[in-house]
Protein backbone atom coordinates (compact mmCIF):
# COMPACT_ATOMS: atom_id res chain seq x y z
CA UNK A 1 0.00 0.00 0.00
CA UNK A 2 1.46 3.39 -1.28
CA UNK A 3 0.66 6.07 0.77
CA UNK A 4 1.35 10.33 0.59
CA UNK A 5 1.54 12.07 4.23
CA UNK A 6 0.48 15.79 3.75
CA UNK A 7 2.50 17.62 6.10
CA UNK A 8 2.67 20.78 4.69
CA UNK A 9 1.67 22.43 7.44
CA UNK A 10 4.80 21.32 9.53
CA UNK A 11 6.17 24.38 10.36
CA UNK A 12 6.20 24.47 14.63
CA UNK A 13 4.07 22.94 17.30
CA UNK A 14 3.03 19.48 18.13
CA UNK A 15 2.17 18.97 14.50
CA UNK A 16 6.36 18.79 13.99
CA UNK A 17 6.81 16.67 16.97
CA UNK A 18 3.97 14.17 14.99
CA UNK A 19 5.07 14.22 11.94
CA UNK A 20 8.82 13.31 12.82
CA UNK A 21 7.77 10.24 15.27
CA UNK A 22 5.41 9.26 12.38
CA UNK A 23 8.13 9.01 9.93
CA UNK A 24 10.22 7.71 12.43
CA UNK A 25 7.71 4.78 12.80
CA UNK A 26 6.92 4.22 9.38
CA UNK A 27 10.22 3.98 8.40
CA UNK A 28 10.64 1.03 11.05
CA UNK A 29 7.29 -0.58 10.26
CA UNK A 30 8.36 -0.61 6.22
CA UNK A 31 5.71 1.75 5.36
CA UNK A 32 5.25 2.81 1.79
CA UNK A 33 5.15 6.70 2.22
CA UNK A 34 6.24 10.03 0.82
CA UNK A 35 6.44 13.05 3.29
CA UNK A 36 5.24 16.30 1.67
CA UNK A 37 6.97 19.06 3.54
CA UNK A 38 7.48 22.71 3.80
CA UNK A 39 10.55 23.78 1.63
CA UNK A 40 13.18 24.44 4.16
CA UNK A 41 11.89 21.92 6.67
CA UNK A 42 14.27 19.86 9.45
CA UNK A 43 12.02 17.34 8.97
CA UNK A 44 14.63 14.59 7.70
CA UNK A 45 15.13 11.46 8.46
CA UNK A 46 17.32 8.86 6.79
CA UNK A 47 15.38 6.13 4.73
CA UNK A 48 12.32 8.14 4.45
CA UNK A 49 11.21 9.58 1.17
CA UNK A 50 10.20 13.16 1.05
CA UNK A 51 8.92 15.70 -1.41
CA UNK A 52 8.66 19.48 -0.34
CA UNK A 53 7.31 22.44 -1.90
CA UNK A 54 7.56 26.07 -0.92
CA UNK A 55 4.14 27.08 0.35
CA UNK A 56 5.38 29.05 3.53
CA UNK A 57 6.27 31.55 1.29
CA UNK A 58 2.53 31.86 -0.10
CA UNK A 59 -0.14 34.18 1.30
CA UNK A 60 -3.03 32.12 2.70
CA UNK A 61 -4.73 32.41 -0.33
CA UNK A 62 -2.65 31.74 -3.04
CA UNK A 63 -1.70 28.44 -1.07
CA UNK A 64 -5.16 27.29 -0.92
CA UNK A 65 -5.57 27.92 -4.59
CA UNK A 66 -1.97 25.98 -5.04
CA UNK A 67 -3.62 23.14 -2.42
CA UNK A 68 -6.25 22.29 -4.59
CA UNK A 69 -5.06 22.74 -8.15
CA UNK A 70 -1.17 21.93 -8.33
CA UNK A 71 -1.28 19.91 -5.44
CA UNK A 72 -3.97 17.93 -6.66
CA UNK A 73 -2.62 16.91 -9.86
CA UNK A 74 0.69 15.69 -8.11
CA UNK A 75 -1.27 13.38 -5.87
CA UNK A 76 -3.44 12.29 -9.20
CA UNK A 77 0.37 11.84 -10.73
CA UNK A 78 1.47 10.33 -7.77
CA UNK A 79 -1.15 7.96 -7.54
CA UNK A 80 -1.42 6.51 -3.90
CA UNK A 81 -3.67 4.26 -2.47
CA UNK A 82 -4.28 6.56 0.44
CA UNK A 83 -3.55 10.73 0.89
CA UNK A 84 -3.21 10.90 4.35
CA UNK A 85 -4.43 14.95 4.91
CA UNK A 86 -2.41 15.10 8.30
CA UNK A 87 -2.96 18.98 9.51
CA UNK A 88 -6.88 19.88 8.87
CA UNK A 89 -6.61 20.84 5.01
CA UNK A 90 -7.06 18.05 2.47
CA UNK A 91 -8.37 17.97 -1.25
CA UNK A 92 -11.68 18.61 -1.80
CA UNK A 93 -12.81 16.07 -4.25
CA UNK A 94 -9.64 14.15 -3.96
CA UNK A 95 -8.61 11.64 -7.20
CA UNK A 96 -7.74 9.10 -4.49
CA UNK A 97 -8.97 7.68 -1.30
CA UNK A 98 -8.71 10.50 1.52
CA UNK A 99 -8.25 10.84 5.20
CA UNK A 100 -8.31 13.61 7.02
CA UNK A 101 -6.68 14.97 10.30
CA UNK A 102 -8.54 17.76 12.14
CA UNK A 103 -6.29 18.85 14.66
CA UNK A 104 -7.40 22.80 14.71
CA UNK A 105 -9.51 23.68 17.41
CA UNK A 106 -9.57 27.26 18.17
CA UNK A 107 -11.80 27.60 14.89
CA UNK A 108 -14.80 25.48 16.07
CA UNK A 109 -14.48 26.34 20.23
CA UNK A 110 -16.83 28.75 21.54
CA UNK A 111 -14.74 29.86 24.23
CA UNK A 112 -11.57 30.39 21.48
CA UNK A 113 -14.06 32.63 19.73
CA UNK A 114 -15.46 34.34 22.46
CA UNK A 115 -12.26 35.07 24.03
CA UNK A 116 -9.07 34.64 21.77
CA UNK A 117 -10.31 35.72 18.38
CA UNK A 118 -11.38 39.17 18.86
CA UNK A 119 -7.83 40.25 19.64
CA UNK A 120 -6.22 38.93 16.85
CA UNK A 121 -7.03 41.54 14.01
CA UNK A 122 -10.24 41.68 11.32
CA UNK A 123 -7.28 40.42 8.83
CA UNK A 124 -7.02 37.27 11.29
CA UNK A 125 -10.03 36.93 12.30
CA UNK A 126 -11.38 36.92 7.99
CA UNK A 127 -8.38 34.42 7.10
CA UNK A 128 -9.78 32.11 10.30
CA UNK A 129 -13.21 32.21 8.89
CA UNK A 130 -12.49 31.12 5.79
CA UNK A 131 -9.78 28.24 7.20
CA UNK A 132 -12.98 27.28 8.63
CA UNK A 133 -14.65 27.16 5.96
CA UNK A 134 -11.80 24.81 3.95
CA UNK A 135 -11.50 22.51 6.68
CA UNK A 136 -15.44 21.64 6.93
CA UNK A 137 -15.38 21.46 3.20
CA UNK A 138 -12.19 19.41 3.45
CA UNK A 139 -13.88 16.71 5.94
CA UNK A 140 -16.94 16.62 3.87
CA UNK A 141 -14.55 15.41 0.59
CA UNK A 142 -12.65 12.97 2.91
CA UNK A 143 -13.74 8.86 3.23
CA UNK A 144 -12.66 9.62 6.89
CA UNK A 145 -12.19 12.43 9.40
CA UNK A 146 -9.87 11.65 12.48
CA UNK A 147 -9.70 13.76 15.67
CA UNK A 148 -6.83 13.38 18.34
CA UNK A 149 -9.48 13.51 20.85
CA UNK A 150 -13.59 12.85 21.29
CA UNK A 151 -13.94 16.42 22.44
CA UNK A 152 -12.50 17.69 19.27
CA UNK A 153 -14.42 15.64 17.47
CA UNK A 154 -17.45 16.91 19.47
CA UNK A 155 -16.57 20.63 17.83
CA UNK A 156 -16.07 19.89 14.70
CA UNK A 157 -19.97 18.50 14.61
CA UNK A 158 -20.86 21.13 15.85
CA UNK A 159 -20.17 23.77 12.89
CA UNK A 160 -21.02 20.29 10.49
CA UNK A 161 -23.71 17.84 11.76
CA UNK A 162 -23.79 15.93 8.67
CA UNK A 163 -20.43 14.70 9.40
CA UNK A 164 -21.26 12.86 12.57
CA UNK A 165 -20.73 9.10 10.75
CA UNK A 166 -17.51 10.07 9.59
CA UNK A 167 -15.66 10.82 12.42
CA UNK A 168 -13.52 8.66 14.55
CA UNK A 169 -11.07 9.32 17.42
CA UNK A 170 -7.43 7.97 17.11
CA UNK A 171 -5.88 9.30 20.51
CA UNK A 172 -2.50 10.55 20.03
CA UNK A 173 0.17 9.11 21.75
CA UNK A 174 4.16 9.70 22.91
CA UNK A 175 6.96 7.96 22.70
CA UNK A 176 6.66 6.78 26.61
CA UNK A 177 10.48 5.07 27.16
CA UNK A 178 11.87 8.25 25.67
CA UNK A 179 10.82 10.22 28.53
CA UNK A 180 11.41 7.94 30.91
CA UNK A 181 14.79 7.46 30.26
CA UNK A 182 15.68 10.75 32.42
CA UNK A 183 17.37 8.34 35.32
CA UNK A 184 17.05 11.22 38.22
CA UNK A 185 13.85 12.88 38.80
CA UNK A 186 13.40 15.86 40.95
CA UNK A 187 12.10 15.90 44.45
CA UNK A 188 9.19 18.53 44.66
CA UNK A 189 11.17 22.13 45.58
CA UNK A 190 14.12 20.02 46.40
CA UNK A 191 16.42 23.77 46.51
CA UNK A 192 13.56 25.52 48.13
CA UNK A 193 11.55 26.56 44.49
CA UNK A 194 8.63 25.73 42.63
CA UNK A 195 9.73 24.97 39.28
CA UNK A 196 6.84 25.70 36.88
CA UNK A 197 6.97 24.91 33.44
CA UNK A 198 5.48 25.30 29.86
CA UNK A 199 6.66 23.05 26.53
CA UNK A 200 5.10 24.89 24.03
CA UNK A 201 5.56 27.04 20.69
CA UNK A 202 3.30 30.24 21.38
CA UNK A 203 -0.19 30.71 19.91
CA UNK A 204 -1.76 33.82 21.83
CA UNK A 205 -4.46 31.23 23.26
CA UNK A 206 -1.56 29.33 25.03
CA UNK A 207 -1.53 32.91 27.61
CA UNK A 208 1.48 32.12 29.47
CA UNK A 209 1.47 35.86 30.59
CA UNK A 210 -0.87 34.57 33.05
CA UNK A 211 1.43 32.13 34.28
CA UNK A 212 4.35 35.01 34.79
CA UNK A 213 1.41 36.91 37.24
CA UNK A 214 0.86 33.68 38.88
CA UNK A 215 4.17 33.02 39.73
CA UNK A 216 4.77 36.69 41.11
CA UNK A 217 1.83 36.24 43.71
CA UNK A 218 3.28 33.17 44.70
CA UNK A 219 6.59 34.60 45.68
CA UNK A 220 4.57 37.54 47.41
CA UNK A 221 2.60 35.63 49.29
CA UNK A 222 6.07 33.38 50.36
CA UNK A 223 6.70 30.58 47.86
CA UNK A 224 9.64 31.09 45.98
CA UNK A 225 8.54 29.82 42.52
CA UNK A 226 9.81 30.21 39.04
CA UNK A 227 8.57 29.87 35.55
CA UNK A 228 10.52 28.27 32.60
CA UNK A 229 8.72 28.49 29.43
CA UNK A 230 9.80 27.25 25.70
CA UNK A 231 9.46 30.26 23.87
CA UNK A 232 11.44 33.39 23.04
CA UNK A 233 10.10 37.23 22.73
CA UNK A 234 10.62 37.32 19.24
CA UNK A 235 8.09 34.72 18.27
CA UNK A 236 5.63 36.47 20.55
CA UNK A 237 6.39 39.85 19.12
CA UNK A 238 5.97 38.49 15.91
CA UNK A 239 2.44 36.61 16.80
CA UNK A 240 -1.20 38.08 16.30
CA UNK A 241 -2.72 38.93 19.94
CA UNK A 242 0.86 38.64 21.82
CA UNK A 243 1.62 42.12 23.24
CA UNK A 244 0.16 41.64 26.57
CA UNK A 245 2.25 37.99 27.03
CA UNK A 246 5.17 40.22 26.21
CA UNK A 247 4.32 42.59 28.19
CA UNK A 248 3.71 40.27 31.65
CA UNK A 249 6.42 37.86 30.66
CA UNK A 250 9.32 40.83 30.11
CA UNK A 251 8.26 42.09 33.73
CA UNK A 252 8.48 38.66 35.14
CA UNK A 253 12.39 38.53 33.60
CA UNK A 254 12.91 41.63 35.43
CA UNK A 255 12.36 40.18 38.78
CA UNK A 256 13.94 37.06 37.86
CA UNK A 257 11.04 34.93 38.13
CA UNK A 258 11.03 33.74 34.30
CA UNK A 259 13.18 31.91 32.23
CA UNK A 260 12.50 31.95 28.12
CA UNK A 261 14.29 28.92 27.25
CA UNK A 262 13.30 29.35 23.40
CA UNK A 263 12.49 26.20 21.00
CA UNK A 264 14.23 22.86 22.81
CA UNK A 265 15.35 19.85 20.75
CA UNK A 266 13.42 17.19 21.42
CA UNK A 267 15.95 14.57 22.38
CA UNK A 268 16.54 17.46 25.45
CA UNK A 269 12.82 17.33 26.33
CA UNK A 270 12.85 14.15 28.93
CA UNK A 271 15.54 16.36 31.04
CA UNK A 272 13.62 19.60 31.26
CA UNK A 273 10.83 17.76 32.19
CA UNK A 274 12.81 15.94 35.11
CA UNK A 275 14.58 19.57 35.90
CA UNK A 276 11.12 21.01 36.96
CA UNK A 277 8.21 19.76 39.60
CA UNK A 278 4.98 20.96 37.94
CA UNK A 279 4.38 21.47 34.23
CA UNK A 280 1.22 23.65 33.92
CA UNK A 281 -0.94 24.55 30.73
CA UNK A 282 -3.29 27.60 30.74
CA UNK A 283 -3.77 27.31 27.19
CA UNK A 284 -7.98 28.18 26.56
CA UNK A 285 -8.41 25.61 23.63
CA UNK A 286 -6.06 22.49 22.29
CA UNK A 287 -7.33 19.28 20.15
CA UNK A 288 -4.35 17.36 22.27
CA UNK A 289 -1.55 18.65 24.09
CA UNK A 290 1.33 16.68 23.32
CA UNK A 291 3.19 18.05 26.30
CA UNK A 292 0.67 16.94 28.55
CA UNK A 293 1.59 13.68 28.05
CA UNK A 294 4.91 13.95 27.74
CA UNK A 295 4.62 15.44 31.24
CA UNK A 296 2.62 12.55 32.27
CA UNK A 297 5.52 9.85 30.86
CA UNK A 298 7.93 12.25 32.91
CA UNK A 299 6.73 12.29 36.30
CA UNK A 300 6.02 16.12 36.79
CA UNK A 301 2.85 17.45 37.90
CA UNK A 302 0.17 18.42 35.36
CA UNK A 303 -1.72 21.71 36.12
CA UNK A 304 -4.13 22.63 33.56
CA UNK A 305 -6.52 24.91 32.53
CA UNK A 306 -10.51 23.41 33.03
CA UNK A 307 -11.67 22.56 29.39
CA UNK A 308 -12.84 19.77 27.98
CA UNK A 309 -9.77 18.50 26.33
CA UNK A 310 -7.57 18.54 29.19
CA UNK A 311 -10.28 16.76 31.16
CA UNK A 312 -10.09 13.76 28.40
CA UNK A 313 -6.31 13.58 28.05
CA UNK A 314 -5.51 13.78 31.77
CA UNK A 315 -8.40 12.31 33.56
CA UNK A 316 -7.89 12.63 37.48
CA UNK A 317 -4.18 12.93 37.01
CA UNK A 318 -4.01 16.29 36.60
CA UNK A 319 -5.44 19.51 38.73
CA UNK A 320 -7.59 22.02 37.04
CA UNK A 321 -8.20 25.73 37.39
CA UNK A 322 -10.58 28.48 36.06
CA UNK A 323 -8.54 29.27 32.26
CA UNK A 324 -8.89 32.78 32.58
CA UNK A 325 -8.26 33.21 36.60
CA UNK A 326 -5.00 33.90 38.10
CA UNK A 327 -6.11 33.59 41.15
CA UNK A 328 -7.17 30.17 40.68
CA UNK A 329 -3.57 29.25 39.71
CA UNK A 330 -2.56 30.39 42.52
CA UNK A 331 -4.69 28.87 44.74
CA UNK A 332 -4.10 25.18 43.07
CA UNK A 333 -0.11 25.57 43.16
CA UNK A 334 -0.58 26.48 46.79
CA UNK A 335 -3.05 23.38 47.42
CA UNK A 336 -0.47 20.85 46.37
CA UNK A 337 2.46 22.23 47.81
CA UNK A 338 0.87 22.04 50.85
CA UNK A 339 -0.78 17.72 50.18
CA UNK A 340 2.44 15.38 49.71
CA UNK A 341 0.06 12.86 49.18
CA UNK A 342 -2.36 14.10 46.66
CA UNK A 343 0.87 14.66 44.61
CA UNK A 344 2.07 11.13 44.82
CA UNK A 345 -1.68 10.05 44.10
CA UNK A 346 -1.53 11.71 40.76
CA UNK A 347 1.26 11.09 39.71
CA UNK A 348 0.42 7.28 40.03
CA UNK A 349 -2.43 8.25 38.14
CA UNK A 350 -0.77 9.46 35.36
CA UNK A 351 1.61 6.69 34.95
CA UNK A 352 -1.18 4.35 34.67
CA UNK A 353 -3.07 6.57 32.30
CA UNK A 354 -0.23 7.03 30.03
CA UNK A 355 0.87 3.45 29.85
CA UNK A 356 -2.93 2.59 28.92
CA UNK A 357 -4.17 5.22 26.70
CA UNK A 358 -0.86 7.07 25.45
CA UNK A 359 1.64 4.79 23.94
CA UNK A 360 2.58 6.46 20.22
CA UNK A 361 2.94 2.09 19.01
CA UNK A 362 -0.52 1.68 19.67
CA UNK A 363 -2.02 5.34 17.76
CA UNK A 364 0.14 4.36 14.54
CA UNK A 365 -0.86 0.73 14.68
CA UNK A 366 -4.67 2.26 14.63
CA UNK A 367 -3.92 4.55 12.08
CA UNK A 368 -2.61 1.68 9.77
CA UNK A 369 -5.92 -0.39 10.53
CA UNK A 370 -8.02 2.97 8.47
CA UNK A 371 -5.07 3.19 5.76
CA UNK A 372 -6.31 -0.17 5.50
CA UNK A 373 -10.13 0.02 6.01
CA UNK A 374 -10.41 3.07 3.96
CA UNK A 375 -8.27 1.46 0.82
CA UNK A 376 -10.25 -1.44 0.67
CA UNK A 377 -13.59 0.87 0.78
CA UNK A 378 -14.71 -0.40 4.08
CA UNK A 379 -15.26 2.82 5.08
CA UNK A 380 -16.75 5.68 3.22
Not at 34 to 48: D, I, K, M, N, R
Not at 226 to 244: N, V, W, Y
Not at 364 to 379: K, T
Request: glycine share 6%; aromatic share 8%.
Amino acid sequence: MRVIVSALSARRGGIITYTRNLMQSFRDKGVDAVFALPTGSTLHEEGVETISFPVTSMSPLSRAVWEQVAWRRIVKKLRPDILYSSANFGLIRSPVPQILLVREGGLFDPLYLADIAPVLGARTLFERILRRRLIIASARSSDLVLTPTDATGDLLRLWADDLAGRVETNLYGTRLDHFRRTGTRRNWREDGVLKVLLVSAYYAHKQPGIVAEAVRILNERGINAHFTLTMDFRQIEDAPGGSKDVFLLRRGEERGQVTMLGQVDYADLPAVYASHDVFLTPSLSETFGHPLVEAMASEALVVASDTPVHREVCGDSAAYFSATSIGDIVKTLRALDAEPTRRAAMLKRAYEIGNRDYSWESHVDRLLNYFEAVSAGRVR
